[in-house]
């Protein structure tokens, strides 16, 4: 039996929410699969830290995130990355004499640096693949002894460094969704805008608001606050008076939701990037986190995969436009489509064992 091991990272729920939607799809294939949040083997509850901090950098101090991308790609860093990795070897030792893992499979760059540490100094035998979740390749990811990477588009390819990677071990899979991430046609108007509202700030909030409140009733808002408490009971209380609203909290329901939309309004996180490509439903992206949300975004105009509405005029003005001249979102949808990124596990699973070790599955 073929056994996987794969390790996330709680910071934000993307890099978790991938590794779940992997560790469902090797189960259905017949591997042994364990997911262990790396950060969960700290001392001193460090994901919650973590996430604490991260929801107050955003909220008061944005522009950190740009310096900390721009300070990890300078060429000295590497030096500050494998002194983290090393640090983190006794961690991977025990998870590795536990679980006996015939592949590693990370969804964050922390875990796969210290797996590739261990790697190295132990001349391990099992297989170590990291799972890029994001639609750029940020250097940090740039690690020796990974045999291989799935990246979300072929774009991204050449953003890893081909002196520490063998030819065809970069893979451009698409990052992992859910199964009912599925394409379906959407309508030529803009009745009904899904609103993710995770990671927001109050005053990034209030822009969204402002430009809804001045459209027609006749367009539903639903707005999913996910695990953000305060922020569903604030929605609630304006939804009273305002009857085209719907707040929903948490919810295992977001592809049904994504399939009933004819737009979203979101940051652009890669998994949420990827479940609107999955589904076919236009984007219109807003108040990335600076740096590595910024690229996503970035890489959605590029593509012409979806808009970035870079201020609260921004979004006014996209809204408007689709309204105007819906046929802007059909031609959102069907680029969309190309892209097949419903596919991206099954791309995964068909490349990370050789033929010979699935039949012995």
Known sequence: MHNVLILTVSVGNGHNQAAFNMQQNLQASGYTV???DFLQLQRYSLPNLLSKAYKTLIEYKPSFFRQICKISEIETFDNVKYM??????????????????????????????????????YHSSF????????????????????????????????????????????????????????????????????????WQTDETMLMILNVLQALPRTIHFTFVTGND????????????????????????????????????????????ITEALATATPILVFSPIPGIEEDNARFLEQENLGCWAKCENDLRAYINTFMENPEQLSSLSQNMLIQQSSLASRKILDHLISPIELVAL
């Open 127 to 198: 297989k170590l693949v990291g799972i890029v979740t994001d639609y750029i390749v940020h250097p940090i990811w740039d690690v020796a002894y990974v045999d291989q990477y799935f990246v979300a588009h072929p774009t991204l390819v050449n953003q890893l460094k081909s002196s520490l990677h063998p030819s065809g071990s970069i893979i451009p899979s698409g990052i992992p969704v859910g199964p009912n991430f599925t394409p379906v046609a959407h309508s030529a108007s803009l009745n009904n805008i899904l609103i993710m509202t995770s």
């Open 84 to 121: 983290l990795a090393k640090t983190n070897q006794r961690t991977m030792g025990r998870l590795v004499q536990k679980y006996q893992p015939d592949t590693i499979l990370c969804t964050h760059f922390f875990p796969l640096a210290a797996a590739a540490a261990y790697k190295k100094k």
């Open 34 to 36: 364990t997911t262990i």
């Open 229 to 272: 408490l305060p922020r569903q009971k604030q929605l609630e209380k304006i939804a009273i008076h305002q009857p085209n609203y719907t707040v929903i909290g948490f919810t295992n329901q977001v592809a049904s939701l994504m399939k009933k939309s004819d737009l979203i309004i979101t940051k652009p996180g890669g998994l949420t």
